[in-house]
């Protein structure tokens, strides 16, 4: 089977509801036309593979390692998957979230932002008289100035940002983006390599929307909300749409 024949979404029998699932698939790639479609995107040859052995992870931009063994080879290749499993073809999926003092640590947020960032999350009350919800502020109530700090301070940061929501860093940085439909049978599938992802979802201008939020490329940036009421409403959080990725050529 060619590589340039399986670039696109596919259609698996037996579907995906988990992680668990894809690891299991993993490990028995020599029964499991899924699995090795997914190696052969990776650029693998089946015929040298001797052994293949797949992890869940936690904690990390990568949700399954996958580690390769190849004949004749005393190297153990791994490759790092992040799984987006979705049941809505137009549902958002979180990608990161955060308190707004450890993006400012991360990226090295200046002050002057990390407390309008602050007053958008609710984490300060509302600067303004009349706000529309007076938790919090949004981002089109800033004054003029303050919006264009705001915006001019993502642009210059905006491959930092979008790497690091996506892609993550270190030892387990993920290198692929594994999206599946979250049903029993006859799920679609698309794995597309991170780079692929960064350019797709990153691509973009910078904006304040009509809703008051923030995006990013494809990315929208907007304070957390929901969690009944508790603290961590006021965490800042980054979505995407990971099922634009089936339609991408």
């Known amino acids: 089977m060619r590589k340039e024949q ?3 979404s596919q259609t698996a029998k ?9 690891v299991e698939k993993f490990n028995h790639w020599q029964n499991d036309e899924d699995a090795q479609k997914w190696l052969i995107i990776m650029e693998y040859q089946l015929a040298t593979i001797e052994y293949v052995k797949a992890v869940k992870l936690s904690g990390y931009k990568t949700d399954v390692q996958v580690q390769v063994t190849i004949k004749l080879k005393e190297a153990i290749d791994a490759q790092n998957l992040q799984v987006k499993l979705v049941s809505n073809p137009k549902g958002f999926n979180q990608i990161d979230k955060r308190w707004v003092d450890k993006y400012a640590e991360m990226w090295n947020i200046p002050l002057e ?15 303004i008289s009349n706000p529309k919800d007076k938790r919090r502020m949004f981002a089109n109530e800033f004054s003029v100035n303050e919006q264009e700090n705001i915006l001019k301070w993502l642009n210059e940061n905006k491959s930092l940002i979008v790497s690091d929501i996506l892609k993550g860093r270190g030892q387990f ?10 049903v029993k049978a ?11 992802c960064l350019n797709h979802f990153g691509n973009g201008n910078i904006e304040i929307t009509k809703q008051g939020n923030f995006k990013i490329g494809r990315i929208t940036m907007q304070r957390k909300g929901g969690d ?7 965490m800042l959080q980054f979505k995407i749409n990971p099922a634009e990725l089936f339609d991408l050529k």
């Not at 932002?113 to 600067?127: C, L, N, Q, R, S």
């Not at 940085?173 to 979250?182: I, T």
């Not at 006859?186 to 692929?196: C, D, G, T």
């Open 186 to 196: 006859n799920s679609r599938w698309v794995l597309k390599p991170m780079n692929v």
């Open 228 to 234: 009944n009421g508790r603290d961590t409403a006021k």
């Open 6 to 8: 399986i670039l696109g």
């Open 113 to 127: 932002i990390a407390t309008i960032f602050k007053k958008y999350t609710g984490e300060v009350e509302p600067t």
């Open 14 to 22: 037996n579907g995906f509801l988990n992680e668990d699932d894809i």
């Open 173 to 182: 940085s993920a290198e692929w983006m594994l999206v599946a439909q979250k």
